[in-house]
């Protein structure tokens, strides 16, 4: 499991904000990823530019 950190203010969550990456999906070209935060209460669902442009990656978690 990968963990991803808010760059800056994003959907409603503030910058900093951890979330585990939980699904990672492809179709036709277009991928797709659905984060949860970290106490595991809220997911949010976005596509690869979304994820690039708001979010660092920490660490893989095994």
């Known amino acids: 499991m990968k963990v991803y950190r808010l760059k800056r203010k994003f959907n409603g969550y503030k910058r900093g ?3 585990y990456l939980i699904v990672e999906s492809e179709f036709i070209g277009v991928k ?3 984060l949860r935060t970290k106490d595991l209460t809220n997911s949010i669902s976005i596509n690869e530019s979304e994820l690039l442009k ?3 990656f920490i660490k893989e978690i095994f």
């Open 17 to 19: 904000t951890q979330f």
């Open 54 to 56: 708001n979010f660092t």
């Open 32 to 34: 797709e990823f659905v």
